[in-house]
């Protein structure tokens, strides 16, 4: 079984950065593939980044160039550092891990943490 707790949300001024970390534990982030998903009020669940057992990465476009994914195999963590944020990043942001080999893309996940919330304010 793994456990994942995130940790970082918080309220956030337009064009500001926050980093996300998710602790995990019961498997190391090295042998599964890692993910982040948000979801807005109102919307779907949407996958923005993924980092697989290689450390090969995978961003949605909409995030490209201002979010990256990371895992530090010593702390057994995962990363989202986000940059420049706009006000539609606002959202409950997850963490997921599988250990089934998928594309990176692909938005199945099987062990979810329970999100934190960040907020981008204009």
């Known amino acids: 079984q793994v456990r994942l707790v995130e940790s970082g949300g918080r309220l956030v001024q337009t064009g500001g950065s926050l980093r996300l970390s998710c602790a995990a534990s019961?498997?190391?982030?090295?042998?599964?593939?890692m993910g982040w998903f948000r979801q807005a009020p109102g919307k779907d669940r949407e996958m923005v980044a993924a980092?697989?057992?290689?450390?090969?990465?995978y961003y949605v476009d909409s995030v490209k160039g201002r979010f990256t994914i990371s895992k530090d195999n010593a702390k057994n963590t995962v990363d989202l550092q986000m940059n420049s944020l706009k006000f539609e990043d606002t959202a409950v942001y997850y963490c997921?891990?599988?250990?089934?080999?998928?594309?990176?893309?692909?938005?199945?996940?099987?062990?979810w943490g329970q999100g934190t919330q960040v907020t981008v304010s204009s």
């Open positions: 997921a891990a599988r250990d089934l080999f998928l594309q990176l893309a692909s938005p199945v996940y099987h062990y």
């Open positions: 019961g498997r190391t982030v090295s042998s599964l593939t």
């Open positions: 980092i697989g057992r290689d450390s090969i990465t």
